[in-house]
């Protein structure tokens, strides 16, 4: 990185794209969103988690709230509406981003009712009606990376419905994201779509491993245990890239890559650091390297624009001492597989958690729009 070089610019030079982890009426209506869309981001993700917050931050949605409740929506129509309206609107804001990036950038996520990723069926059908309600290219269909996640994301590629895989934390996993993408592709194909507008990333997530694996390391407290805490999600990243690369330099993708698919791009998500011993910006500046993407909360994006380490590719070749330091960790009994799994198990909890904070503070607000229109009538 040059003196002259901003680290936003830095990375996006590196091939990394960099996402807001964040979005909100009151961010797209104010030109917020606009602003840092001109600083360099050039993609959006939201979860339940987002949209709850926002819902309860201000009177951006006490417009819409009244209009639902004169027309007397019921609780998760209006969720459906006030959630797709933001993403459609941000879809807008994005759009000339995907235009000069050809498709591959400007995308917005929006996620399916998180309390569906155990059913395959009802989460297609989920991702069908999203994606025909924004109506809008520039979207991605996020569906969590459980095992019946799997064939609903086959099933929506199938289609042509451009997805966000959320919740991977393994590398198990993982390997079964890329293998759905790839058959979801092939079945595209053989329908006849076009592949190049099916777009999808994979959004692996990296700190909340290291907020598993540290305390564990702690409750060890050997010196070689205390040599280790922060090191579990970065190492798993790094080996996540290698498990891409396998596939995307064989053959059945090769014959995709042909016909005009482009590849599912690896996505750090989970990047905002939870213990404060270190650096605020470690999850973007050691996971540095081209055609990936990093979401950010946007604490994490002010203080990679401020202080970002951006140093260039800190990604390639660093996959066999990732392994070394994984297998150091099971060696001291911690079972990195064990943590995965739990961790999307908890993910999936507090998605339905925030879910279900989502409804009631939409139903409140539908109560509350509506006795404000009984009393204006």
Known sequence: MTSSTTPLQALADAGVAVWLDDLSRQRIASGGLADLVRRGVVGVTTNPTI???????????????????????AVEEAVLRITTDDVRDACDVLRPVYDATDGVDGRVSIEVDPRLARDTAATIASAETI??????????VKIPATVEGLPAITAALAQGISVNVT???????????????????????????????????????????????????DEIGSDEAKALRGTAAI???????????????????QALAAAGARPQRPLWASTGVKDPAYPDTRYVDELVVAGTVNTMPEKTLDAVADHGD??????????????????????LGISVDDVTETLEVEGLRKFEASWAELLETVETGLARAAGATGTAR
């Open 235 to 253: 190492a798993n990243a790094r080996l996540a890239w290698g498990v891409y690369q396998d596939v995307v330099t064989g053959e059945r993708w």
């Open 51 to 73: 949209f709850a917050s926002a819902l309860a931050d201000g009177d951006a949605y006490d417009a819409q709230l009244r209009t639902l409740a004169a027309d007397g929506a």
């Open 310 to 331: 951006v140093r260039g590719d800190t990604v390639t070749g660093t996959q066999d001492a990732s392994a070394v330091l994984l297998d150091r960790i099971e060696a």
């Open 131 to 140: 994606w025909s309600e924004i109506e809008r290219p520039n979207l991605f």
């Open 167 to 217: 919740l991977i934390f393994s590398l198990q996993r993982y390997r079964a994201v890329l293998d759905a993408f790839v058959e979801g592709l092939e079945q595209a194909r053989a329908a006849g779509l076009d592949l190049a507008p099916i777009a999808s990333v994979a959004s692996f997530f990296v700190s909340r491993v290291d907020a598993a694996i540290d305390p564990r390391l």
